[in-house]
């Protein structure tokens, strides 16, 4: 009989625990004046650039080849803008190329880019185009095209394609600490200088150096379960003891190698109400935890809180885990991992080891990476 190979997605989706939920327009300033690039053609020019005053107010002229395309004007003046259109109204013209009555709006609308866009972008982008300020620019030429539009122009009937860019911290969600992320006195592991960290990036300890290491086995202690809570609370120590006694519960040996994967039950609790969930009052490890992970030569650890160990630290030195373990000790840290799926998975089957797959993305230089852990059992 095979074997059964089951996946458990460990890995926080990105951004979720930013602490921050952007508003509707916020999204849409977002999508209109940078990845959409509006202002480009529907801002007028002068000889010394776009003329801000008039900004979205239409007038530009495009030539092609097969066209002239005048911009009309985009700002919600009720006059010369759209300020009488619906939301209905504008959502067809930006993603469809319709005017009110049907028509087709022809090159260079839609954009290519612009047809496939999910329907909740193209809300924030109407959104605001809204709130902009008004702008009365008449606008008096008109486009026309030297070639019939063919029958299908607007809608997405043929081809299309979606692409993505991603602005981010390497440490804003799911994620694996370097070596290098962290220094005491000017150095960081193997004794290497602080210095060698600089905009450049990471010359020695960076993340690229674990590419192809992170295939492990995963033991997951669910501290938080047996203690029979649905999370630890901030300030909770973890220590050699907890760990012993959950480990023992569960029937699972530490190993040489393993990555150690520690449930407080914290992201669960905090998931949709992120408040000081990244800096914040944490249960976590004590700092006495770290002769237990040298004396069981652990090769990493995870957990499902910002920071890995307890906080407020217990002595007056920042993360001083952090700095016995990376630096001192060479040792991984994994932080906010989503340990729900595992946690309900391992309290079914009562099987609390796997193979970890956890991956870092190679990113040349980085002192961390964004990642998507699978427990493979």
Not at 76 to 104: C, M, N, S, V, Y
Not at 167 to 182: E, F, R
Request: charged share 20%.
């Amino acid at each position: 009989m095979g074997q059964l190979f089951v996946a458990v997605a460990l890995a926080l989706a990105l951004f979720a625990a930013t602490g921050h939920a952007e508003t509707e327009v916020e999204r849409g300033r977002y999508l209109v004046e940078t990845l959409a690039g509006c202002g480009n053609c529907h801002t007028p020019k002068g000889p010394n650039g776009p003329v801000l005053s008039k900004k979205f107010a239409g007038g530009d002229v495009i030539k092609h080849a097969d066209f002239t395309a005048v911009t009309p004007n985009v700002t919600p003046d009720p006059e010369t803008g759209i300020g009488r259109w619906t939301d209905r109204q504008i959502f067809l013209a930006i993603r469809e190329g319709k005017r009110p009555d049907g028509r087709l709006l022809g090159p260079a609308m839609p954009s290519r880019s612009y047809r496939n866009l999910a329907d909740e972008d193209v809300r924030a982008m109407v959104a605001y185009l809204r709130s902009v300020p008004p702008v009365y620019n008449p606008i008096s030429a008109e486009s026309h095209y030297d070639h019939p539009l063919p029958a299908d122009w607007g809608p997405a009937y043929t081809f299309g394609f979606a692409d993505d860019v991603i602005v981010m911290p390497n440490q804003a969600g799911t994620q694996w600490d370097s070596l290098g992320h962290i220094f005491f006195e000017g150095k960081m592991y193997n004794g290497f200088d602080a210095g060698m960290v600089s905009a450049k990036g990471a010359e020695r300890c960076s993340i690229v150096a674990t590419r192809e290491r992170f295939i492990m086995r995963g033991v997951f202690l669910d501290v938080a379960r047996h203690n029979g809570v649905e999370a630890l609370e901030p300030g909770y120590a973890i220590n050699p003891a907890d760990l012993d006694a959950t480990a023992a519960a569960e029937g699972v040996e530490i190993r040489t190698g393993d990555c150690v994967i520690v449930r407080t039950g914290l992201l669960g609790q905090r998931r949709g109400k992120w408040g000081d969930y990244c800096g914040g009052p944490a249960p976590g490890l004590s700092l006495h935890s770290a002769p237990w992970l040298a004396e069981h030569e652990v090769a990493a650890i995870a957990t499902d809180t910002w920071g890995c160990e307890v906080r407020p630290n217990e002595i007056e030195l920042f993360q001083p885990l952090h700095i016995v373990a990376l630096v001192h000790m060479g040792l991984h840290f994994g932080e906010i991992w989503d340990l729900e799926p595992i946690s309900a998975d391992c309290a079914a089957d009562g099987v609390y080891e796997f193979m970890l797959s956890a991956a870092p993305l190679p990113i040349t230089g980085a002192v961390g990476s964004p990642l998507n852990a699978l427990a493979i059992k």
